[in-house]
């Protein structure tokens, strides 16, 4: 099915490691997020990038890194886990910045940093 | 400052009943509003949107209406299904910028 895909779905890091959690759409969107979710928090937005070539913070952009790596894909990057980060991680795209019709999710990564 | 408000974390309702979701926000600038539905495990889901030209707008069950002077939207779904438990999140955005979420509202309809 087209749509928004994640990859891992789950993953646990020990304090101090690094990974990177991929994220590739096929709708041809040219907008696409990074954002998390914590209890009680909602959804945050860590990182976008408006357009292929462009990328910019967020809310909570603290302890990430990203890069888009060509109008399908966009990556976030922790590059030394710490447990604040233990959340669900998804990434999303959109045609344009907040315009109709919204954004296209993908099913998340949970991550646990131990 | 949280500029988009869901004040109730969430609620619980009998089945075939009305259910309502509140949302406030603080942004005027902000011109695009939307639901979000999301089940445990998954992505959200775009569920309904409105214009800030509009006051209301239907889709089947699931009607939104923006109040712009109380800067206040709501959600109604008509009549609540056991198949609507999930946590809906309120959304907004001004132009070229990304949306912002509400905390969400978890909806439990009991059959």
């Known amino acids: 099915n087209a749509g928004v895909t994640q990859t891992p779905k789950f993953q646990v890091l020990k304090t101090g490691q690094s990974m990177t959690l991929q994220c590739a759409q096929d709708m041809n969107h040219n907008s696409m997020y990074w954002y998390r979710q914590d209890p009680g928090m909602g959804l945050r937005l860590i990182y976008y990038s408006a357009s292929e070539g462009t990328t910019d913070k967020g809310e909570v952009p603290n302890g990430y890194n990203v890069s888009r790596l060509n109008k399908r894909e966009f990556s976030l990057r922790l590059e030394s886990a710490a447990p604040s980060q233990t959340s669900v991680y998804f990434c999303?795209?959109?045609?344009?910045?907040?315009?109709?019709?919204?954004?296209?999710f993908g099913s998340g990564t949970r991550l646990t940093v131990v | 400052d949280q500029q988009v408000k869901q004040n109730s974390p969430s609620l619980s309702v009998q089945e075939g009943r009305i259910s309502i979701l509140n949302c406030d926000y603080t942004?005027?600038?902000?011109?695009?509003f939307l639901w979000y539905k999301k089940y445990p495990a998954e992505g959200p889901t775009f569920l309904i949107s409105i214009s800030s030209i509009k006051d209301k707008n239907e889709d089947g069950r699931f009607t939104v209406f923006l109040n712009k002077s109380a800067k206040h939207l709501s959600l109604h779904i008509v009549p609540s299904q056991p198949g609507d438990s999930a946590v809906y999140f309120c959304a907004a955005s001004e132009r070229n910028t990304p949306l912002v979420f509400g905390k969400g509202t978890r909806l439990s309809v009991i059959a």
């Open positions: 942004n005027s600038m902000f011109d695009y």
């Open positions: 999303a795209s959109s045609e344009a910045l907040g315009r109709p019709p919204g954004y296209t």
